[in-house]
């Protein structure tokens, strides 16, 4: 599973911070490292033209600081990209500047659109050309068009009426930055205060990196536009809203709030139902590192089970290949996780990952700690099986390749190598988080989706994208 995107805009007053956006963004991009590492882009305005760079690899590998002098500007938005929909090349990087007669705005997107085919191939019919595979060119084109004839607030307003699928965007256009929602609140975004300045960003880690206060998250359906002041525009409603439950299991950073909850308290509570719900005996809990350190720490805490780590990670890994034969497989396991004998050694150990997705990882990891002499591996899971695909952001797998969609979790049990094997039941997991299951999105787990996808259910959740009113 990867990650998708995260966004940044930064705006400050230009009197007092005429040259400041480029550098807090490259340090923002930086916390959010772990949404997205192929690719890595900085727009800036010091009023007037708009300046980009981006190019492919991390923030640090990418910008250097000759590329951050020549991005002087008060205003700017920030982009690190894991590619879901269009490929991973340089015509996909972000963010995309396209320039009108009114200007030039620079987009930066976070998230998925499940309509963006239809709407390229309207776009392209009234003479618009594209530069990539992107989806989020798209939404910079129907911006750009409903610019020619709205003002900014209802150009935003028309753009999202057509949208369908999640996105939270950061927006450069006319000195401004903007900060819009999807009115499902699928992906998060939050609003910051900096320095004689304001920051709107995917997670709250990147406020507190560059010594800022998290005034609050921006709610689904809003527009911002960030000026000596925060400007709110509430354009859409919704009855309920659809977080993605992934980001509080796995994605999101655990230092980060995210829509009132800490992350790291959700997957401490996590570790804690999975005791409740299923308790086991054995020697050590052990986390997978490191989406699986919270959980395992609360697994101990309730159930008295002593924590040990049984797996090391090498945070210093670079890409790996496919390597022909299995031992040379194995290396690259090993190469990201190593066992730490003495823990595991002669223990029943309980070992705590946050999902299962094709079953192959956990088998491997399973594998490294049998040989390294665990006597019995009871596998317990902070999210329930992953039934479906996800088509709104997350890069996870095939129908065909998840492990879930095919197996009971028996099946999946044999098929990992675990002596048992436990996944967090859905009630367990929407308590953790502490969210209303009405507004989260669980369309992974349940194949039921809160937006309309060919070939999938909707239906339960479809009234809510009727509930939209204008303001
Ligand atoms: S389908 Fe799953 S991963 Fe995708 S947005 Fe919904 S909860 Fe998140």
Redesign the pocket.
């Known amino acids: 599973?990867k990650d998708k995107c995260g966004v940044v805009g930064v705006w400050f007053d230009r009197e007092k911070n005429r040259d400041a956006a480029a550098i807090y963004i490259y340090y923002a991009m930086q916390a959010l490292q772990h949404r997205g590492q192929e690719s890595s882009g900085i727009a800036v305005t010091a009023g007037g033209n708009v300046i980009a760079d981006k190019g492919m690899g991390l923030v640090t590998d990418y910008f250097n600081r000759e590329r951050l002098q020549r991005l002087a500007g008060f205003a700017g938005i920030g982009h690190v990209r894991y590619s879901t929909t269009g490929s991973s090349r340089i015509e996909n990087c972000q963010p995309f500047t396209v320039q009108y007669k009114g200007g030039t705005i620079a987009l930066a997107h976070n998230g998925n659109l499940v309509n963006y085919r239809e709407l390229k191939k309207e776009l392209e019919a009234a003479g618009r050309i594209f530069t990539s595979d992107s989806d989020t060119e798209v939404i910079a084109h129907l911006l750009v068009k409903e610019l020619m004839r709205n003002d900014l607030v209802e150009a935003v307003r028309e753009t999202m009426r057509k949208l369908s699928g999640?996105y939270s965007l950061v927006i450069l256009v006319d000195d401004k930055v903007i900060g819009v929602r999807d009115p499902l609140g699928?992906?998060p975004l939050c609003i910051g205060r900096v320095d004689n300045g304001l920051i709107l960003t995917s997670e709250s880690c990147a406020i507190d990196t560059v010594n800022g206060e998290l005034v609050r998250d921006v709610a689904p359906g809003e527009m911002v536009i960030l000026s000596d002041r925060i400007e709110s525009h509430k354009l859409f409603r919704c009855k309920n809203h659809?977080y993605?439950?992934?980001?509080f299991v796995y994605f999101a950073r655990p230092d980060s709030i995210m829509d009132g909850r800490l992350v790291y308290k959700v997957r401490h509570n996590i570790g804690e139902m999975l005791a409740r719900e299923c308790p086991t005996e054995a020697d050590i809990v052990s986390p997978v590192p490191d989406s699986g350190i919270t959980s395992a720490i609360g697994y101990s805490g309730a159930s008295g089970v002593r924590y040990a780590e049984g797996l090391i990670k090498n945070r210093y890994v670079g890409r790996t290949f496919i390597m022909p034969g299995q031992d040379l497989r194995e290396t690259a396991v090993r190469l990201k996780l190593n066992t730490v004998r003495e823990n595991v050694n002669g223990k029943d150990v309980i070992l705590i990952d946050d999902s299962i997705v094709r079953g192959t990882t956990s088998r491997r990891i399973i594998d490294l700690v049998r040989r390294s002499g665990a006597r019995k591996i009871h596998a317990r899971i902070g999210s329930p099986p992953?039934i479906?695909?996800?088509?709104?952001?997350?890069d996870?797998a095939t129908r065909e390749e998840l492990i879930a969609a095919h197996k009971s979790v028996k099946g999946v049990e044999f098929l990992i190598g675990a002596d048992s094997l436990y996944y967090i039941s859905l009630d367990g997991l929407i308590s953790s988080i502490g969210i209303p299951k009405e507004d989260?999105?669980?369309?992974?787990?349940t194949g039921v989706?809160?937006v309309e996808i060919p070939g999938e259910q909707c239906e339960a959740r479809q009234t809510r994208l009727q509930n939209f009113t204008g303001d």
Do not use: D, Q, R, V
């Open positions: 599973m999640s699928f992906k659809s993605c439950m992934f980001e992953i479906s695909p996800c088509y709104l952001g997350i996870m989260l999105c669980t369309g992974c787990l989706y809160p």
